[in-house]
């Protein structure tokens, strides 16, 4: 039986020909990511922006109704609710925006608590409250910004990984296409204002891997023939090397793509936002690690013999002695 081939053995496509378009193209897209983002703002979710959150608990039941729970309160009218376990499968924590200035009017961020516990033990009569409390917009900041400070530290840390696994070089190219990679992203929350939550911050994180192993897979090919083909022109190898791992970024891109397009179109709406982040990445990391991982390697003056070893004036001496030159 012969085995399907979506990319030919054979394939020479010259992606390093059109480099410098798409590069400008990638800065326009990250210049006009951020400029979406400081015009329009990002559209914070109650992990990031505060609200009114409710514990409660099933007394008589093995697991929570996280589903019909984020159903029943989303109906409420105070947006798409958070709701998760919390400590144990029994107990839910439900988090809901709070309209403009209820956070400061005393009593009525309480009274929304009190509503949607009321819904819910109408529902459920065997549910138990466990608390009632009003989480704040400074505490959401100080959430807010320690996740990006996560971001930072996880794109950081990829970088010095290639820096040692390869050259400085490596990681350099490898930072930019990460920083193109979460830019384009988030511009694209800006620009939808699609609810920005910690399930976001997941997808740009799960975003940063994806994108980290396509890069280092082009950038081991790039390694391998550096070494093997010293005299070839550095634009033919980095060609060379993308089109030898073609086949590989095409299956693995392919096979994440038919996962997430059942979730796209069937999925609840709490997850519409991270399968559409995920699904961003997952073309915007594949064309990172083309257009802009590799050509930045030229421009950094990497050739075919930067990384060859300079002969000492000890080793040419025993070049000498043993009669080599």
Do not use: C
């Amino acid at each position: 039986m012969k085995l399907l081939k979506l990319v030919p053995d054979d394939t020479n496509i010259k992606f390093l020909k059109l480099r410098v378009p798409f590069f400008v193209l990638s800065l326009v897209l990250i210049f006009g990511s951020w400029a979406a983002v400081l015009v329009n703002g990002l559209n914070f979710g109650v992990d990031f922006a505060g609200g009114q959150e409710v514990r409660m608990t099933f007394e008589e039941r093995e697991q929570a109704p996280v589903a019909s729970l984020r159903e029943l309160v989303g109906g409420l009218g105070y947006g798409e609710p958070v709701v998760q376990e919390f400590g144990g499968p029994q107990t839910v924590s439900i988090r809901v925006a709070l309209p403009e200035g209820a956070e400061d009017t005393p009593g009525a961020a309480t009274a929304i608590g009190e509503k949607v516990i009321a819904a819910i033990a109408k529902e459920y009569p065997d549910v138990r409250t466990d608390g009632n409390d009003t989480v704040s917009g400074k505490v959401a900041g100080e959430f807010r910004d320690q996740a990006i400070l996560a971001l930072l530290a996880a794109m950081a840390a990829v970088s010095i990984f290639i820096w040692v696994r390869f050259e400085w070089q490596f990681g350099v190219g490898a930072m930019f296409a990460l920083v193109h990679d979460v830019s384009v992203t988030v511009g694209l929350f800006a620009l939808t204002q699609m609810e920005f939550s910690l399930q976001i911050v997941a997808a740009i994180l799960a975003i940063i891997g994806y994108s980290l192993n396509d890069t280092v897979v082009v950038y081991d090919r790039i390694r391998e023939n550096l070494k093997k083909f010293r005299k070839m022109p550095m634009a033919e190898l980095l060609d060379l090397s993308v089109n030898e791992t073609l086949s590989r970024t095409v299956m693995t891109s392919l096979s994440l793509f038919l996962a997430l397009i059942p979730l796209l179109i069937f999925g609840p709406p709490s997850l519409f936002g991270m399968v559409a982040a995920i699904t961003t990445g997952l073309f915007i990391g594949a064309y990172s690690s083309i257009y802009m991982a590799g050509p930045l390697l030229i421009w950094m003056g990497v050739t075919s013999n930067s990384f060859v070893p300079t002969e000492g004036a000890i080793e040419r001496q025993e070049k000498v002695a043993r009669g080599e030159v």
